[in-house]
């Protein structure tokens, strides 16, 4: 078990919102990793070599991927900037066309009987984003069997196909929630950019999923409120918190 507390969780805290890939589920199951980003890099080996580039490795497809991924935080982004690719074509290519085995993703009763105490007990409302899909967040919630407990499943497709750390995207989520204030929400993230954006909308808590960390990071700039290694052990420490009031 790993997890640091930096900050308690405030008493103006209402709502919960989790990311899904490698935050639901554990980066160890190498859901996103094997099938997701492999559809992406699939996806640009076949757009570079309709695009004049016919002898393009796959080495080269992932370092372009990457290199999106740096520059507008989204691989998807730079598909449709430089490639001309619609969210349409991505969409359909990464996701509605590729039988992604959802069957990876183990049930969890540890994060379910968390969830619940969060729900029931404590009355929190929970909603997911994803820089999927809402098609997507579904059947990772279903593969899991954490289907019922979140109010509201949001896909980056509600706002126009703009990934997370967009503002906007966040923007849309609280929406969604009926929430005016970001200081009544919780964001459960495993990616620092995530964090940092929630920081800069005054998020009232920041919970970092790092599950490769062997130590809590230095946490310098305060982004982060609470770090685990697993969603179950942030969310055993959330309802601790909230017990000891």
Not at 121 to 138: E, F, I, P, W
Request: hydrophobic share 40%.
């Amino acid at each position: 078990m790993a997890i640091k507390v930096y900050r308690r969780l405030p008493a103006a805290i209402t709502h919960c919102l989790f990311d899904a890939d490698q935050t639901l589920y554990a980066k160890s199951t190498r859901f996103e990793s094997k099938y997701i980003v492999e559809r992406i890099y699939y996806l640009m080996l076949d757009t570079m070599r309709r695009n004049g580039k016919p002898n393009t490795t796959m080495q080269e497809a992932v370092a372009e991927g990457n290199r999106f991924y740096r520059v507008y935080h989204s691989s998807y982004v730079g598909l449709q900037k430089e490639y001309g690719l619609t969210m349409k074509d991505i969409v359909d290519y990464i996701y509605h066309n590729a039988e992604l085995d959802y069957g990876r993703l183990d049930i969890c009763a540890r994060t379910r009987e968390g969830l619940e105490q969060l729900r029931q007990r404590y009355n929190m409302r929970l909603a997911v984003l994803t820089n999927g899909t809402d098609l997507h967040g579904h059947s990772v919630i279903k593969a899991m069997g954490l289907e019922g407990l979140f109010g509201a499943v949001l896909g980056f497709n509600h706002n126009g196909y703009k990934p997370k750390p967009d503002h906007s995207t966040f923007r849309c989520a609280l929406d969604e929630m009926n929430v005016a204030n970001p200081q009544h929400v919780a964001l459960f993230e495993d990616a620092m950019k995530n964090l940092k954006a929630a920081k800069e909308m005054n998020f009232g808590y920041r919970v970092y999923i790092g599950e490769e960390e062997t130590e809590a990071p230095a946490n310098e700039d305060g982004t982060i409120d609470l770090w685990a290694n697993t969603l179950p052990e942030a969310l055993d420490a959330i309802n601790a918190m909230l017990a000891a009031r």
